[in-house]
């Protein structure tokens, strides 16, 4: 596609409840990474993967957070049992690959809101 | 562990001015470091890649130099206008084997130009 695409933009939840956040990279991007960015907050690395295997899960807050990627393209952030804390921008960007330098770029994020 | 860091904060500028934005890193086996601009509520776009190898970039009244055995960078807004008003990131792409690839970021620089 013409850039990283990201479902839904928003997201209203209840306490508890799982929710499933997509990213889309760029065509041919390997390398994809999810940020989480919470009100006047800076950017909270939460994984990355080269292709379909993510080489640093250190930024997963609890294990309630799981992250997948298929096919080495669509990735999809997972949340379980979600939390008032977990209230944030969810930031996805791709690159070609990981081990080059390459530019990253960013989809426009989606809202997540848990009541 | 690398740990990236942006000063000032937050700046407040009068249209016309040039600005000079900082970023400084505190281990030097990067990749590359880019610069992206945030504007609230928005994903974050990229303005300027530098390589390890470059000292500059430059993009219409944007220019940025690396230094990289210093652990520095620097981000020139020439000719400061209203609509350069927004949070500007750096971030370094990790050259080292545990963490290659992983993209670390400061916390920005809020920008305000008023006309």
């Known amino acids: 596609g013409a850039g990283v695409s990201q479902s839904p933009s928003n997201k209203v939840t209840e306490k508890g409840k799982d929710v499933e956040l997509r990213c889309d990279p760029i065509?041919?991007?390997?390398?994809l990474y999810w940020y989480r960015q919470s009100l006047g907050q800076g950017l909270e690395f939460l994984i990355y993967?080269?292709?379909?295997?993510?080489?640093?899960k250190s930024g997963l807050p609890s294990d309630r957070f799981s992250a997948e990627r298929t096919g080495g393209s669509v990735s999809t952030l997972t949340i379980q049992r979600t939390q008032q804390e977990d209230s944030a921008v969810y930031l996805c960007?791709?690159?070609?690959?990981?081990?080059?330098?390459?530019?990253?770029?960013f989809g426009q994020g989606t809202r997540l809101t848990v009541v | 562990k690398q740990e990236v860091t942006q000063i000032p904060a937050a700046l407040s500028v009068p249209e016309g001015e040039n600005l000079v934005l900082n970023c400084s890193f505190t281990?030097?086996?990067?990749?590359?470091l880019q610069w992206f601009r945030q504007d609230p509520g928005k994903g974050l776009t990229s303005l300027l890649l530098?390589?390890?190898?470059?000292r500059e970039q430059t993009s219409g009244r944007l220019n940025a130099s690396l230094d990289k055995s210093s652990g520095r960078s620097t981000l020139y807004i020439a000719a400061s206008q209203p609509g350069d008003s927004a949070t500007y990131l750096c971030?370094?792409?990790?050259?080292?084997?545990?963490?290659?690839?992983?993209?670390?970021f400061g916390r920005g620089t809020q920008l305000t130009v008023w006309p």
């Open positions: 960007a791709s690159s070609l690959s990981v081990g080059t330098s390459t530019e990253a770029f």
């Open positions: 971030a370094v792409r990790s050259d080292r084997g545990s963490t290659l690839g992983r993209l670390y």
């Open positions: 065509s041919g991007h390997t390398a």
């Open positions: 993967f080269q292709g379909n295997s993510a080489p640093d």
């Open positions: 281990d030097s086996a990067i990749y590359n």
């Open positions: 530098i390589q390890s190898s470059q």
